[in-house]
């Protein structure tokens, strides 16, 4: 369930969109599914969709990896 | 990602903006697409959603229904109070001329926009023969309302 430094987008036809780290990513979308739209989607439909925007770099916000939990998006 | 299922629920939310309607919602000032199955009754499911998406909804009501994108789509007015909008996109509703069937059959095309003007057209009707919708929409609500009310209908209020 990592995140292998790859930053993700997913759409949705509603026009809402998320950008991030896999596990980010993918949380956000079932959860828009669920929330807005009363859809059931797994892990695995939601990055079936998802477009794969190269290596993730982390923000300036977020503390560099310290050995644990997932990297920035 | 895409709604899909043999059965969704258009969902219009709409709110009174002082002297006029708007539009608005979690996916824009536009049509609000929820799935539905065969277990969950639809308007418990739009109430579900919209309440927890939104906030609580002053009114739900299916207002019509097509057969679109290879589905059944039944289209809600929802109307919620004007403190719920917040920072969600709105805009005025404007007028459309209605998609009008033919004596058996249903109109060759429904756009959004014609969806739109049922909605406030049936409320308009709801408010004066509905007990529960006269109840739920004040006297402003009425007003802004009367000018959805057809003609022949306006004549005799």
Known sequence: MGNDGVSLRTKCACGWEMTGGEDEVVAATIDHGRRVHNMTATREQVLETAEGLGPERPRPSTPVDRGGGRGGG | ?157
């Open chain 2, 1 to 157: 990602m895409e709604v899909e299922g043999p059965v969704r629920a258009e969902v219009f939310v709409v709110w009174r903006n002082v002297d006029h309607l708007e539009l608005t919602g979690p996916c824009g000032a536009a049509p609000w697409i929820i799935e539905l199955d065969d277990v969950e009754h639809p308007l418990e499911v739009v109430d579900r959603i919209v309440r927890d998406a939104v906030g609580p909804p002053r009114l739900v009501h299916s207002t019509s229904w097509r057969r679109d994108r290879g589905a059944i789509i039944l289209s809600f007015v929802v109307v919620i109070d004007a403190a719920l909008v917040g920072d969600l996109p709105s805009v005025p509703i404007g007028r459309a001329i209605l998609a009008r069937s033919t004596a058996t059959s249903a109109p060759l095309s429904v756009d959004f926009e014609q969806v739109v003007e049922h909605g406030p057209r049936h409320m308009a009707w709801l408010v004066q023969d509905d007990p529960v919708v006269r109840a739920e929409l004040d006297d402003e609500w009425r007003s802004q309302l009367a000018a959805f009310v057809p003609e022949p209908f306006r004549a005799l209020g």
